[in-house]
Antibody, heavy 119, light 111 residues
C-alpha cells in the first residue's frame, strides 16, 4: 500500500528556520516525482515544486522560487520542504504528493503538515 | 503564471449532473493532455479523481468524467450524491519553467 507520512504540526516565530518531511513507502521512492502543495487558510491549492528523488532534479513554481528549498534523501525514502527564514505569510497547510505513472498527476497525498508562523 | 480559472461555486440536486469548467491558456491546458482533477472534503487531503483529461483512477466512480476543448477542461459529476459535496480543483502541466498549476477551485453543493 502506497503511503506518504508527513511530520507533525509546527509553530514557529518569524525569522526562524524550518524543515518538514514526507516519508514514502509501498512504492519505489526513487522513480516517482514528489511534489509539495501549499494551502493557506481558507484558500485554494498552490503547487510549490516537485523533485525526482532518483537524481534530485528539482523544479520550482516561479511564485516561490528562492523562498523554499525542496530536497530528498533516497536512503530514507523521505522528501523535505524547508525555509531559512519564515514569514507570517508562510502560515498554511503543506501537503506532499506522489506523482503518478504518467508523470503529471498527484495520485497519492500525505496527510498534511500545518505550519503556523506567529510572533 | 496565473492560476487556472474555475467558477467559485456549482450546485445540483441529488441525481442531477453538474459540470465544472477550468479555463487556462495555450501554454497550459491548451498545450497538453495532462489535466487532472482533485476532490477535497473539509479538513482532508485532496484526492485524485481524473487524470490525463479523461482517465479515472481505480476506485473512482464512473459518475465522474472529464473532457477538454481548446483551453478549457471540464469535470462532470453525474447522478449527484451527498458525498460529492466538496471542493474541486483542476490542475495542468504548464511547461518546464512552471511544473504544475492549479485552478482557483469550485465548491460543489448538493441541494
Amino acid at each position: 500500500e502506497v503511503q506518504l507520512v508527513q511530520s507533525g504540526a509546527e509553530v514557529k516565530k518569524p525569522g526562524e528556520s524550518l524543515k518538514i518531511s514526507c516519508k514514502g513507502s509501498g512504492y519505489r521512492f526513487t522513480t516517482s516525482w514528489i511534489g509539495w502543495v501549499r494551502q493557506m487558510p481558507g484558500k485554494g491549492l498552490d503547487w510549490l515544486g516537485i523533485i525526482y528523488p532518483g537524481d534530485s532534479d528539482t523544479r520550482y513554481s516561479p511564485s516561490v522560487q528562492g523562498q523554499v528549498t525542496i530536497s530528498a534523501d533516497k536512503s530514507v525514502s523521505t522528501a523535505y520542504l524547508q525555509w531559512s527564514s519564515l514569514r507570517a505569510s508562510d502560515t498554511a497547510m503543506y501537503y506532499c504528493a506522489k506523482v503518478g505513472f504518467s508523470g503529471y498527476e498527484a495520485d497519492y497525498w500525505g496527510q498534511g503538515t500545518l505550519v503556523t508562523v506567529s510572533s | 503564471q496565473s492560476a487556472l480559472t474555475q467558477p467559485p461555486s456549482a450546485s445540483g440536486s441529488p441525481g442531477q449532473s453538474v459540470t465544472i469548467s477550468c479555463t487556462g491558456t495555450s501554454s497550459d491546458v491548451g498545450a497538453n493532455n495532462y489535466v487532472s482533477w482533485y476532490q477535497q472534503h473539509p479538513g482532508k487531503a485532496p484526492k485524485l479523481m481524473i487524470y490525463g483529461v479523461t482517465k479515472r483512477p481505480s476506485g473512482v466512480p464512473d459518475r465522474f468524467s472529464g473532457s477538454k476543448s481548446g483551453n478549457t477542461a471540464s469535470l462532470t459529476v453525474s447522478g449527484l450524491q451527498a458525498e460529492d459535496e466538496a471542493d474541486y480543483y483542476c490542475s495542468s502541466y504548464a511547461g518546464n519553467n512552471n511544473p504544475r498549476v492549479f485552478g482557483t477551485g469550485t465548491r460543489v453543493t448538493v441541494l
